[in-house]
């Protein structure tokens, strides 16, 4: 059998087949194309959770600690999965109800350590094994920061009547191979810990478990164990991307000046259901 | 001249403070347990209003325990339920007064405004076992 194609319909043949296998020129960055950059060392050998010199970006979109949803990892627990205590579900339903309008991130307050990780705006890791410390700078919510000691020190014990409990609580981490295992507590129970509405008390013992597998990825797992607000320790983890632009997508490629408090006129509008 | 209520308050707050020194755990929880915290108020007695403070905090096996502090008296909560269905309380509390008469409250009510961190609220009954009348509870 002979098949016969016109010369228009030919042209047409040719021009569809182009489409389909050539590069998509220009919906990726040159960045997207290159092969993906393996993790970045110290001097000491140890991760490079942060910049390298030279290099541009801070960390950005991430996902949440449960449901399975974008950067959120595919063994996470989904929201009717988590061991809430019976009044820590109610309050997580209320607030859902009422659209998180009592969040108090949306006020301007610090978000928890793992909330402000979530935030738009970004992040850096800023590591300093001179001083065993790791300084988290957040350039979301009112622009706070965090510490971490690396000096080997116990985590304070919360029951002591000299702690004082705090937004961002009291970090000491240590490395595992190439993960940074990082323990929190001495919570002020003045925020919420992670988005998602999710309720938590000064019990509240979070583990983070941060590692890069490959330059442009930060792996984020944490543990929260908090008897009085759930019935048994669960864990959860997200993915955060490498930002290459800067959040207003010029080539500068740094966190931006931003402060939650200037000009803030959202809170008024709030809306609940009651 | 001496205002004597304004004395009052003083000797009142004195000796909240001196009690709050007492106690081991910080009681912030704005947003922890809806109930844990200080709250400040009044409840009627025989048509007039008494200041009263209640304490209250969570332990880890979902126990509530807590004070009430009246007139410069602690009175030791006894049984504490919050039922997260419809955010309704119970308050079981006894004591002695400076005379060492015994006083056995029983306080029923509901928690308003449960979201927000400032004016989250607890109204109700309160009977002191002579008297019963209405009380309202401002989460401080």
């Known amino acids: ?178 993960t940074l295992v990082v323990e929190t507590n001495g919570f002020n129970e003045k925020t919420w810990f992670a988005s998602g509405s999710l309720p938590s008390t000064r019990y509240l013992h979070l583990t983070e478990r941060i590692s890069r597998p490959d330059f442009e990825t930060l792996r984020y797992e944490l543990t929260v164990d908090d008897p009085g607000a759930y019935t048994q320790t669960w864990s959860g983890g997200f993915d955060v991307a490498w930002n290459w632009t800067s959040w207003d997508g010029s080539e500068l490629g740094e966190l931006h000046e931003y402060f939650c408090q200037d000009n803030e006129r959202d809170v008024q509008h709030f809306l609940g259901s009651e | 001249m001496i205002n004597s209520s304004s004395l009052l308050n003083r000797k009142t707050l004195a000796t909240v403070f001196i009690i709050l020194l007492g106690f081991s755990c910080p009681l912030f929880s704005q947003e922890g347990h809806p109930l844990v915290g200080s709250w400040s108020g009044d409840r009627l007695v025989n048509d007039k209003n008494t200041r009263v403070l209640v304490l209250l905090d969570l332990q880890p096996d979902q126990e509530i325990t807590g004070t009430i502090i009246e007139n410069g008296v602690r009175i030791p909560l006894s049984d504490v339920t919050l039922d997260p269905q419809d955010w309704s309380v119970n308050i079981s509390a006894v004591g002695e007064d400076r005379a060492g008469n015994t006083l056995s409250y029983k306080i029923q009510g509901v928690v308003g405004n449960l979201g927000s961190a400032t004016q989250r609220n607890i109204t109700g009954t309160w009977d002191d076992g002579t008297d019963t009348g209405s009380f309202r509870l401002q989460r401080n």
């Open chain 1, 1 to 178: 059998m002979v098949i016969r194609v016109s010369t228009h319909n030919l042209s047409l043949l040719i021009s569809l087949l182009f489409l389909i296998t050539a590069p998509h020129a220009g919906a990726q960055s040159a960045e997207d194309s290159a092969p993906v950059r393996p993790t970045p060392r110290l001097v000491n050998g140890q991760v490079n959770l942060g910049l390298e010199p030279g290099q541009k970006g801070f960390w950005g979109s991430s996902g949440r600690i449960f449901d399975r949803r974008g950067r959120s990892h595919q063994t996470n627990l989904l929201e009717e999965e988590l061991p809430l205590q019976p009044w820590a579900r109610a309050l997580l339903e209320y607030r859902k109800a009422n659209n998180q309008k009592d969040d108090p991130h949306a006020r301007c307050l610090p978000g928890g350590i793992t909330r402000q990780i979530q935030t738009v705006n970004g992040f850096e890791i800023l590591q300093h094994p001179e001083l065993n410390r790791i300084y988290l700078v957040f350039a979301g919510g009112p622009h706070t920061w965090r510490m971490i000691h690396t000096d080997g020190r116990p985590l304070p014990d919360i029951n002591d009547p000299g702690l004082i409990p705090t937004y961002l609580g009291y970090s000491t981490a240590h490395w595992e191979e190439d």
